[in-house]
């Protein structure tokens, strides 16, 4: 039996808390390694010690097996536990680890290798009777339609679907430029695509001792480019005999490769039950707080357990699903811009706190959402004794929570969770596809915004009133012409919004917002991160947050961003016709143009790479490149202007 008195995580974020919250409750001493993006991170000042390892690219520092094992070395951490994600399914850190008599809190490098090829693992799951899915040796045998994968990674990474001929050979290029970015390995699958299947995955235990059990499944079907969106457990789609027949299955993968630690074993499921083995995650996934709350384990635990050389605490016929648990991943995306990844400084962060609710997040007020990493700032988790009470609970949460200076896509989540399809359990990979559109967040509506533009301009007149010094005893806002309202314009969105104002005394408002009747807004109480108004008798208390010219307010589950305009503002620079702009800061890894080249509308103009994913900016019209303002390398942006396009005529 090994003992682990002191232990190193070799990741980042949320993960790296949720790996110390466990090693408080065993006694282990926790050791963090940050790059210089992560130098203020919250799970840097939450470890025991933390070590700078590099600088902000991934390649350059969480990326860097050496530098990691010797910090282990150094900071006497006997142990490297490395998350998911980075070097979580990377066997050369498990041999690097055993050549330096290092405990590796995951499997063996031999099953790493085995299982980590979608190539070698579908010959393993094959040969041990589990269906798999037909694969193609080349493009010219394939089958349309068909799925790229990346056969060294997962999470969407290096994935496309080709449901044509034309867009067999650019799909296979891009895909295999991002798996190398993701990767380091651009070796691509080709196999057959299955219409319309559910995702559903096992959650799978072994030890050194020879004991292999499955943790019950978990729906993953609702996803987006691939990328898991929501999770739960257990499937509506599953009945007992099915998991029984699926969890067998699973097992029997792992003890072909006499598995240690935690893993998942994926699957699709086709409308006909029919099931077939998609690959394995040889590590902790994002989504296993899921299965934690309906059984109770903990699966750090049981991996930390199991690397010490313990037999597992379980057995399979203790295994049962106690209610309901759905996840969702909360991301720094815009819904409205085709998810791309957003980055900016979280202004304000407040999670809500219920029974049968956690949050497992990385980020707090301050925290910097920047180009390097994967873009999911938290995970939101709700368990209940029914699946219709655990999607309640988690809707009503994301309803409260308070996320303000970085787009997210936490309406999109509760408006996900909502719908009549998910609701009823009819669901599969699909599932965006066919009501994206329906769940898409709406614009404000004008009732949101007047309470939004109450509230705000309320909490502007508490704060002047408190930091009076001059003339205290007079209100804010006092002026010698009573008559004359106060006025304060906003942008709130791409619309303009004026709001006008008198001060009524005694903490009472007569509020115009736009083109609306005036109401009075009594000031009921103003805190330092909300304030309750009442209009007309209805009384809400709005979380609010200021961050210079910009005013957030939370209203009915919706964020409100209102920008106050200056009162004298510069001359705006006119937007450069025909221009295509970045979507967002990162680096130019192709330019497919050159000045004076004719394009078509749609055409793929540059290729910007930024958290982990490939963005293409296209033509806006048909014409002719008059100017070419980046090069392949270049860092930039969001709004940067990358091309002008002129129009044809």
């Known amino acids: 039996m090994k003992t682990i008195e002191k232990l190193l995580i070799a990741n980042r974020g949320e993960i790296a808390l949720r790996i110390m919250r466990t090693c408080r409750e065993m006694g282990i001493a926790t050791v963090a390694v940050f790059s210089d993006a992560d130098e203020s991170a919250p799970f840097v000042e939450a470890a025991d010690e933390a070590v700078r390892i590099g600088p902000a690219p991934a390649v350059d520092s969480y990326l860097c097996i050496e530098r990691i094992v010797d910090t282990a070395i150094r900071t006497g951490a006997g142990a490297i536990h490395p998350g998911y994600g980075f070097l979580a399914e990377n066997a050369a850190l498990a041999r690097a680890c055993a050549a330096r008599e290092i405990v590796f809190v995951g499997p063996t490098a031999r099953a790493i290798e085995l299982l980590g090829s979608k190539l070698e693992s579908k010959k393993l799951a094959s040969g041990a009777g589990v269906p798999v899915i037909p694969t193609y040796d080349s493009i010219d045998d394939a089958e349309l339609p068909v799925l790229l994968k990346a056969s060294a990674g997962g999470g969407g990474k290096g994935m496309r679907i080709v449901r044509s001929p034309g867009e067999l050979a650019p799909a296979l290029e891009s895909a295999r430029r991002e798996a190398q970015n993701a990767f380091g390995d651009d070796t691509m699958l080709i196999e057959k695509y299955i219409d319309r299947p559910r995702h ?67 699957m699709i499921l086709a409308p006909d039950d029919s099931f077939y083995f998609l690959e ?42 106690h209610g309901a648990a759905i996840e969702c991943r909360l991301y720094a995306e815009d819904p409205a811009s085709d998810d791309l990844p957003a980055t900016g400084t979280v202004v304000a962060w407040r999670a809500p706190r219920a029974p049968g609710l956690r949050v497992d997040s990385g980020v707090r007020a301050g925290s910097e959402i920047g180009i390097h990493y994967d873009p999911m700032l938290a995970k939101l988790i709700a368990h209940a004794p029914t699946r219709d009470e655990a999607i309640q609970k988690l809707a009503r949460a994301l309803d409260e929570l308070v996320v303000f200076g970085v787009t997210t896509n936490r309406e999109l989540l509760a408006s996900i969770l909502r719908h009549p399809a998910f609701r009823a359990g009819t669901i599969d990979t699909h599932f965006l596809d066919e009501h994206g559109a329906e769940v898409r967040p709406d614009p404000p509506a004008k009732d949101a915004l007047e309470w ?58 007569c509020v115009r917002v736009g083109d609306r009747e005036p109401v009075e807004v009594s000031i009921a109480r103003c805190g330092r991160d909300s304030i309750a108004i009442e ?12 961050d210079g010219a910009r005013g957030f307010a939370l209203v009915g589950g919706q964020t409100i961003e209102l920008v106050e305009q200056p009162r004298f503002p510069d001359h705006q620079a006119i937007q450069v016709e025909g221009g295509c702009l970045a979507p967002m800061p990162g680096k130019i890894t192709r330019l497919l143009v050159v000045s004076g080249a004719a394009v078509t509308r749609g055409e793929t103009l540059v290729v910007l790479e930024a958290m982990k994913m490939e963005h293409s900016v296209r033509a806006p019209s048909d014409g002719v490149i008059t100017e070419l303002c980046v090069c392949v390398g270049d860092q930039v942006d969001a709004d940067d202007l990358l091309v002008v396009v002129k129009a044809a005529d």
């Open 200 to 266: 559903v995955e096992f959650q799978i235990l072994g030890d050194q001792h020879g004991n292999v059990i499955h943790v019950l499944e978990r729906e993953c079907s609702i996803q987006r480019r691939h990328q898991k969106v929501i999770e739960e457990t257990p499937s509506p789609g599953l009945s007992p005999r099915l998991r029984q027949k699926m969890g067998e299955a699973a097992t029997a993968i792992a003890r072909a490769v006499d598995y240690h630690s935690a893993g998942t074993v994926e």
């Open 280 to 321: 394995v995650n040889t590590r902790l996934q994002v989504e296993h707080p899921v299965t934690e709350m309906v059984t109770g384990l903990d699966l750090v635990r049981e991996q930390i357990r199991i690397a010490r050389g313990e037999p597992l605490s379980i057995g399979q016929d203790a295994v049962a699903h």
């Open 452 to 509: 939004a533009a109450c509230a705000l301009t309320a909490l502007s007149h508490e704060r002047r009133r408190a930091s009076r010094r001059v003339l205290p005893t007079l209100e804010p806002g006092y002026r010698s012409n009573r008559f004359a309202d106060q006025r304060v314009v906003y942008r709130a969105g791409e619309d303009t919004l004026t709001v006008e104002y008198q001060n009524l005394g005694d903490r009472v408002l």
């Open 535 to 546: 209009i007309d008798g209805h009384r809400v208390s709005i979380p609010v947050a200021v």
